[in-house]
């Protein structure tokens, strides 16, 4: 199968164009003996060829570091938390005239208040408490960014004597609308900076941390609407 996505009905009809004149539950069935369920696709940062590269050579570089040298390391990452609903579409099943049904139907907020922007710290030996933050792309003025970046280091150094000590390396990420701005400040303060390659979110481990902590906001989120 070259097209992973393509629709059973869709390979019924390539399969007729090409002489072979077959159902759609045989197709389904066909698709299920040979293990094939339709799931989801993931989704996979989209990265250039030169980060590619990037990325790669990043790997090689600290391909061969010690643990006590990741021991010292800091990540860090922000996301934005929905308390309600996801950003994606979703569906369900249900009969004609029921889509008022309070079974069929999401909870959303009006005007904001139904997410939360968050950042976090996370080192080897564990991870520090949420730290909640105006989120920067509603409002991209350079006083905006300054306050969010001087809010950070303050919470980074708090939490940085408690998970590694005071001789860390800090990891951030290079979202654009702050990497610049956040390196020359904690540069002045004379703290090292692991190099990180551009569009590379899936390479910090916080990303499990907030997968888990979503996952679980979700679960707490479809309860509260049952009852």
């Given at each position: 199968?070259?097209?992973?996505?393509?629709?059973?009905?869709?390979?019924?009809?390539?399969?007729?164009?090409?002489?072979?004149?077959?159902?759609?539950?045989?197709?389904?069935?066909?698709?299920?003996?040979?293990?094939?369920?339709?799931?989801?696709?993931?989704?996979?940062?989209?990265?250039?060829?030169?980060?590619?590269m990037?990325?790669?050579?990043?790997?090689?570089?600290?391909?061969?570091?010690?643990?006590?040298?990741?021991?010292?390391?800091?990540?860090?990452?922000?996301?934005?938390?929905?308390?309600?609903?996801?950003d994606?579409?979703?569906?369900?099943?249900?009969?004609?005239?029921?889509?008022?049904?309070?079974?069929?139907?999401?909870?959303?907020?009006?005007?904001?208040?139904?997410?939360?922007?968050?950042?976090t710290?996370?080192?080897?030996?564990?991870?520090?408490?949420?730290?909640?933050?105006?989120?920067?792309?509603?409002?991209?003025?350079s006083?905006?960014?300054?306050?969010?970046?001087?809010?950070?280091?303050?919470?980074?150094?708090?939490?940085?004597?408690?998970?590694?000590?005071?001789?860390?390396i800090?990891?951030?990420?290079?979202?654009?609308?702050h990497?610049?701005?956040?390196?020359?400040?904690?540069?002045?303060?004379?703290?090292?900076?692991?190099?990180?390659?551009?569009?590379?979110?899936?390479?910090?481990?916080?990303?499990?941390?907030?997968?888990m902590?979503?996952?679980?906001?979700?679960?707490?989120?479809?309860?509260?609407?049952?009852?």
């Open positions: 199968m070259k097209n992973h996505q393509m629709p059973v009905q869709q390979i019924r009809n390539s399969l007729q164009e090409a002489g072979v004149d077959v159902s759609m539950t045989s197709v389904h069935r066909k698709l299920n003996e040979q293990k094939y369920r339709r799931y989801t696709p993931k989704c996979n940062p989209l990265v250039s060829p030169r980060n590619m990037a990325r790669l050579q990043f790997a090689k570089n600290y391909l061969k570091e010690s643990a006590e040298f990741w021991n010292k390391v800091l990540c860090t990452d922000e996301t934005k938390i929905n308390l309600y609903q996801s994606g579409k979703s569906k369900a099943w249900r009969r004609k005239g029921t889509a008022q049904d309070p079974k069929h139907t999401t909870l959303f907020m009006k005007n904001d208040g139904g997410d939360v922007m968050a950042c710290c996370l080192a080897a030996t564990g991870i520090s408490a949420l730290i909640f933050i105006d989120d920067v792309t509603a409002d991209g003025s006083k905006m960014i300054s306050e969010y970046i001087e809010t950070l280091s303050a919470k980074v150094q708090a939490n940085t004597s408690k998970l590694i000590g005071r001789c860390f800090l990891q951030q990420d290079n979202d654009p609308k990497a610049a701005k956040a390196t020359n400040f904690f540069k002045a303060k004379n703290w090292k900076i692991l190099e990180w390659p551009n569009q590379s979110p899936n390479l910090n481990p916080i990303e499990h941390a907030f997968h902590l979503k996952r679980k906001v979700k679960e707490t989120s479809s309860r509260t609407n049952k009852s």
